[in-house]
T-cell receptor, first 116, second 112 residues
Framework: GAVVSQHPSRVICKSGTSVKIECRSLDFQATTMFWYRQFPKKSLMLMAT?????????EQGVEKDKFLINHASLTLSTLTVTSAHPEDSSFYIC????????????FGPGTRLTVL | EDQVTQSPEALRLQEGESSSLNCSYTVSGLRGLFWYRQDPGKGPEFLFTLYSAGEEKEKERLKATLTKKESFLHITAPKPEDSATYLC?????????????FGAGTRLAVHP
């Protein structure tokens, strides 16, 4: 149980284009999903908290107009990196918390974004 | 400011050689300490949640313990398949109820 998927697992795009990453909870409903970014050999940094049916809450320093988050259903959240640049290249990981639970976040497999 | 420091940064063990990983934390009002395992190019896999000092949890060769300032992940008789990065995270009362603060992790390599 508590399986989270992400799509795509890997994406390469040209500078200036937009990329959408999907995060799905496969066997549970997730009122809240989270988006993290991870640099090589570094810890996970929370970018934003996504709540179903409402606006996402962004962490300090994260550009909300660049990283668009939509959480349209209890099983799907999307992260769109708009006008991507090489410095946006990173490993993006989502997590989800079981609705009604206050504790554990279950993570997806991650998406490797490379911007050329 | 909530903070998590993990040590060592990297650890190399022989198969069967038991050891411990350390997670030191500073947090305003601990609301959970979490251990995850992360394989290269993958997302973190949940291992344990600890809430209060003195608490212990076990899963196969892994045992997590918690004090008021740190947590240990004990690995007993490790096997090569235990090789991974082990991440520690805390949740406190500041920064929102959802927010996890992660350490940089300990990269464990277990050799036959």
């Amino acid at each position: 149980g508590a399986v989270v998927s992400q799509h795509p697992s890997r994406v390469i795009c040209k500078s200036g284009t937009s990329v959408k990453i999907e995060c799905r909870s496969l066997d549970f409903q997730a009122t809240t999903m989270f988006w993290y970014r991870q640099f090589p050999k570094k810890s996970l940094m929370l970018m934003a908290t996504s709540n179903e049916g409402s606006k996402a809450t962004y962490e300090q320093g994260v550009e909300k107009d660049k990283f668009l988050i939509n959480h349209a259903s209890l099983t799907l959240s999307t992260l769109t990196v708009t006008s991507a640049h090489p410095e946006d290249s990173s490993f993006y990981i989502c997590s989800a918390r079981v609705s009604g639970s206050t504790d554990t976040q279950y993570f997806g497999p991650g998406t490797r974004l490379t911007v050329l | 400011e909530d903070q998590v420091t993990q040590s060592p940064e990297a650890l190399r063990l022989q198969e069967g050689e038991s050891s411990s990983l350390n997670c030191s934390y500073t947090v305003s009002g601990l609301r959970g300490l979490f251990w995850y395992r992360q394989d290269p190019g993958k997302g973190p896999e949940f291992l344990f949640t600890l809430y209060s000092a003195g608490e212990e949890k076990e899963k196969e060769r892994l045992k997590a313990t918690l004090t008021k300032k740190e947590s240990f992940l004990h690995i007993t008789a490790p096997k090569p398949e235990d090789s991974a990065t082990y991440l520690c995270a805390v949740r406190g009362v500041t920064g929102g109820y959802n927010k996890l603060i992660f350490g940089a992790g300990t990269r464990l390599a277990v050799h036959p």
